[in-house]
């Protein structure tokens, strides 16, 4: 049972516009929210996160939006790089387990 | 944001070998460090909770004496493949998690991973 989904395997956008990574997930007991940026043979790096208390959280050209009704979280990029070409991964947990659930993973390339 | 290191980066060895990987967290104490493990183009698989000074906690299917754990100190776990085989052949990534006590914010770090092949 996938509890963290990314339906989409992959996306391209092209440089300087706005990249839009999205997320669902169907466990409620979920109150804690992560994006991670991998590059191949590469351990994921941590981008940003997001409490189930907000609904918003920006971090640069990073934003991460969470909507709790629809268990929904998405990742905008913008203005879209180049070097954001990467795959990016969506992460929840519940606190007090520590243990993160990741979703399969959207593949970003950034078209110059 | 938070280094953690793993060593080797590569390895590659015979079947019937047993291979050790190191975590450590480079700038900051973890008392709870995890092992991954990832195939080609899928996610990340929890593999084992690792808690310093305790049994490390493993998730349903992975063999505890096959993946061996032991946190000996607030900044350093291992895994240790015994018996490798083919089919263990895998990229190997540990975290460590990283909480502030005075936000109450946590976060895992993530090392590089290690790229094992067995033969």
């Known amino acids: 049972d996938q509890q963290v989904k990314q339906n989409s395997p992959s996306l391209s956008v092209q440089e300087g516009r706005i990249s839009i990574l999205n997320c669902d997930y169907t466990?409620?007991?979920?109150?804690?929210f992560l994006w991670y940026k991998k590059y191949p043979a590469e351990g994921p790096t941590f981008l940003i996160s997001?409490?189930?208390?907000?609904d918003k959280n920006e971090d640069g050209r990073f934003t991460v939006f969470l909507n709790k009704s629809a268990k929904h979280l998405s990742l905008h990029i913008v203005p879209s790089q180049p070097g954001d070409s990467a795959v990016y991964f969506c992460?929840?947990?519940?606190?007090?387990?520590?243990?993160?659930?990741f979703g399969t993973g959207t593949r970003l390339k950034v078209l110059a | 944001g938070a280094v953690v290191s793993q060593h080797p980066s590569w390895v590659i060895c015979k079947s019937g070998t047993s291979v050790k990987i190191e975590c450590r967290s480079l700038?900051?104490?973890?008392?709870?460090m995890f092992w991954y493990r990832q195939f080609p183009k899928q996610s990340l698989m929890l593999m084992a909770t690792?808690?310093?000074?305790?049994?490390?906690?493993?998730e349903q299917g992975v063999e505890k004496d096959k993946f061996l754990i032991n946190h000996a100190s607030l900044t350093l776990s291992t895994l240790t493949v015994t018996s490798a085989h083919p089919e263990d052949s895998s990229f190997y990534i540990c975290?460590?998690?990283?909480?502030?006590?005075?936000?109450?914010?946590?976060?895992?770090?993530f090392g590089p991973g290690t790229r094992l092949l067995v033969l």
């Open positions: 975290s460590a998690r990283d909480w502030k006590v005075r936000t109450g914010q946590e976060t895992q770090y």
């Open positions: 466990n409620s007991m979920f109150d804690y």
């Open positions: 997001i409490s189930s208390i907000k």
């Open positions: 992460a929840a947990v519940t606190s007090g387990t520590y243990k993160y659930i």
């Open positions: 700038d900051f104490q973890a008392t709870t």
């Open positions: 690792s808690n310093e000074g305790s049994k490390a906690t493993y």
